[in-house]
């Protein structure tokens, strides 16, 4: 028999659990930080960050956005990367691109520090849209 889910339910649920965690995290002085690097103008991606940025917000993480245009340079955006990389209160660098930009995908996760790439501690969410 088919069962159908309360979607808004279940994200009460998950934030629930998850705001004693991020606030364990700032009482030790380490609290979580989230950096969303967005290339490009994609709408779903935008909606995505928007998102994750609100929940953030909702659950005592601090976020940032940062959206630089499809037309970026590989050197301007290792520099954004890299300059995230030295910030101690970003912890997670999820980055989006849109169809025709995947190629920075890969090329971006060779850029993270090593300490910050999701095959290390989960700390990275690299993905296409």
Wanted: with cysteine; aromatic share 4%.
């Amino acid at each position: 028999m088919p069962r159908i889910l309360d979607g808004n339910r279940v994200r009460d649920e998950i934030k629930s659990e998850l705001k004693p965690r991020v606030d364990a995290l700032a009482a030790k002085g380490r609290p979580p930080g989230l950096a969303v690097v967005l290339v490009g103008n994609n709408p779903a991606s935008e909606i995505y960050v928007r998102n994750k940025i609100k929940t953030c917000r909702d659950l005592g993480i601090y976020s940032e956005s940062i959206t630089p245009p499809d037309s970026i340079s590989t050197a301007e955006l290792l520099a954004i990367v890299e300059g995230l990389n030295a910030r101690a209160e970003i912890l997670p660098v999820t980055a989006t691109a849109k169809d025709g930009l995947t190629h920075w995908v890969e090329w971006l996760t060779r850029a993270l520090a090593v300490h910050r790439r999701s095959d290390d501690h989960l700390d990275t969410v690299v993905h296409r849209v």
